[in-house]
């Protein structure tokens, strides 16, 4: 509350401080699971909080800018011309912050040909004549001139909001040396840098200060510049335009009509369903909490209900027991009768040596704590529970149920892992730690041991129980905010895949050492000697993996054609410089291009020796959530990365053997699977028929487009039909293609027109799915699962276009990935109930690799065939290659 009887009147900068928001949150951390970013609103709602609990205003309004154009512009078309484009997912957060400002009964307020700060003038002006004590809310200098006796600047001092700095008359003297209504006249003598307003040359804050000092005011420096001497006046008296241009652009207009009464300002009562459903949104969960508990509604912040935010409800943590033997047998019952929808479990897993320290298990409202001991009695209703389907949900299960391997255990019944379902609502920015999961999904902090605590307290309620009941509860949100086709594509497919990975990760496949450390040392040799040939083409050695030193060799050194252009220079990718090679062709970019590709190759040899463990296997870790689509990916090491099309990549795989007591790799993909998604997809009748009569699909479409019999195809008609065929599911655009397939443009554009008049329900599937995407914001695979794209709504066309590009492909791919995940759950499945001790061993991009047993092939081959191909019912068959070899180049098909 103010010192004196006055009324305040509070007005915001909504642009400046939302702004400076977006750049002090890390945007990352601030994004819906549809992925709107959010970051600017969170701050400057915040900041709006606290500013309300301090400052009891009785009048406030927030004042934004329709655009960069005003008045100011029509004089000077440069002005604030420096800027850089306003980032595409900052401009998407300010309709939704006058939204949510709206349903809060704030007044906002625009107004066209003016900016945020002629507004906030024209307001200071009313408010100090009708008797308020004015409070103006901005990161914008140029507001420092409204301050007087009655109004007081409050100024981010620093890059964020939460800190504001009080500027009154006494403190603007204090820290410029002037008065307010001076200040605008500093800047317009040194110039504004942001609003691109050059100053006079060799004026400094220093010099302006001492000139206002001296002679008053600017008007009277101009006046009186004959009197100042030296290089600086001489600068002064032949650029005092610029000056008198700059006074009268920062100068705020404050007679703006606005069409409004300060009364009209008076802040309504808050719509606190529409504030629920506003903040729910966002997913502002804590922020809402504050936002009621300020307005007297503490503790009902959780029972905000939106279609993107379920109800969660507070719950005390409870004190973890111990229990041993029959109490633990007696709980367990008593618990897992109660909860069907399963019981948390967590495993303490030792960084030091992989073993299980202790477990957790958790229920309704109560928890147990478990030093378990594999094997011992106290233990045997746990390791009873363990083994049972009785349902269990994990945090990261895949790791949890490998730990539990390399005990001795197993772990059945699991039901859920909260990563694996959270990575389904918000796949493009998932959560990397529970901490941050249980913040977003329970606006709660999990509890966490003091890092400068040697001793845990005996009370404290950190430990494996505790996690075990925050993965609980975070999984009931998780699940209640799952729509239908979500719900069946975490049940369906990436649960039940989720034991398959870490069984095959626990397998690993055998390695030829020889083979890599024989390949090492070639390309060694060769990287060395392109090297030298490369120095002497040259004339002198240069560091080939150095970016900058390439530029002055390409650039300026060789004269070479400029690539694209970057922050650093000219581009020396890999495709920037295959692309100027072949319009430029010269003998030192040429080995450059070869050194590039052998080191490329070393690398990934000299990588995979690394991982080779005590076994003599390679155990890749899948990454179930590492992409948006739903594809696989794998590290430590990385297999998808091996090339396959080169002599040197087919080497590679050669290392990679069948195993001690197994007879033969075998190696299953999908032919043409993206390819047939389309035809099902699309219905195109043209390439439904080409798949259903068995044809070579690329041969039977180029006799269509060409005109020709299939036979009369030539490799060339049937390449360039391959690549559009593929790329028009990636939004490959005629110029794409034509560099792609090195034709001109024009070529392509008619090669697309050809393509699409004779297979026209292709181009009317393709147009449908971004048209949908468009209006929903995302896209589904056949089985339900969905990928959000916020971009498709971006001002930014370049963002618009990718974002574009990615939907139109997300179905196919997504829908290719579910149908891998379930032939593998499929797969493995069947080998079980076979009784096969054949097993699967890798799964790369689309193909699987298998370990055959003795006398197991013709079972095996048959089970792969049928799995893989009736896994789901399309309108064209999936078509599977089967192949078999020693290893896995020789498998190959």
Known sequence: MSDNSQPTLMVIDGHSLAFRAFYALPIESFQTRDGQYTNAIHGFISMLISLLKAETPDALAVA?????????????????????????????????????????GIFTIEKEDYEADDILATLAKEGTEQGYRVLVVSGDRDTIQLVNDNVTLLYPSRQGVSDLTRYDTDKVLERYGVRPEQYPEIAALVGETSDNLPGVPKVGEKTAVKWLKQFGSLDQILARQDEIGGKVGESLRENAHLAVRNRRLNRLVND???????KELTPKPFDEQAVREAFGRLEFRTLLERYLKFNGLEGKATSVLTELSSPVTAEPCPTPMVLLDEELESWLAREVAAHPEGLGLHCDVSAADAKIVSVGIAAGSSSVQLAWQPGAADYAPFESWLTSESPKVLWDAKHQIQALHRAGMSLGGVVSDVFIGAWLLRPASPEKSLADLVSRYLDETLPQEDPNQLIPSEDSLVGAATTAWFIRRADAAIRASFDTGTASVFSTIEMPVLPVLASMEMRGVAIDRKILSTMNAELGEKTALLASQAYEVLGREVNLGSPKQLQEVLFD??????????????????????????????????????????????????????????????????????????????????????????????????AFVVGEGYETLLTADYSQIEMRIMAHLSGDTGLIEAFNLGEDLHSFVGARIFGVEPAAVTHEMRSKVKAMSYGLAYGLSAFGLSKQLNIPTSEARQLMSDYFERFGAVRDYLRSVVEQAKKDLYTETIFGRKRFFPELSSPNRLVRDNAERAALNAPIQGSAADIMKLAMINVERRFAEEGLKSRMLLQVHDELIVEVVHGEWETVESVIQHEMSSVVELRVPLEVQVGRGPNWDAAAH
Not at 68 to 94: L, V
């Open 64 to 104: 934004f800018d329709i655009s960069r154009f005003s008045f100011r512009t029509r004089e000077y078309p440069e002005y604030k011309g420096t800027r850089g484009e306003t980032p595409a997912e900052f401009k998407g957060q300010i309709p939704l912050l006058q939204t949510t400002l709206a349903a809060m």
């Open 256 to 262: 703006v009509a606005l069409g409004i009464t300060l």
């Open 557 to 654: 050194e060789l004269d070479m054609p400029k690539t694209r252009a970057t922050k650093t220079g000219y581009s020396t990718d890999a495709a920037s410089l295959i692309d100027l090679q072949a319009k430029s062709p010269h003998p030192f970019l040429g080995l450059l291009l070869k050194h590039r590709d052998a080191t490329k190759l070393r690398q990934i040899v000299e990588t995979l020796e690394k991982a080779v463990a005590s076994d003599s296997r390679i155990h890749t870790s899948y990454q179930q959530a590492g992409t948006s689509t739903g594809r696989l990916s794998s590290a430590d090491p990385n297999l998808q990365n091996i090339p396959v099309r080169t002599e040197e990549g087919r080497r590679i795989r050669q």
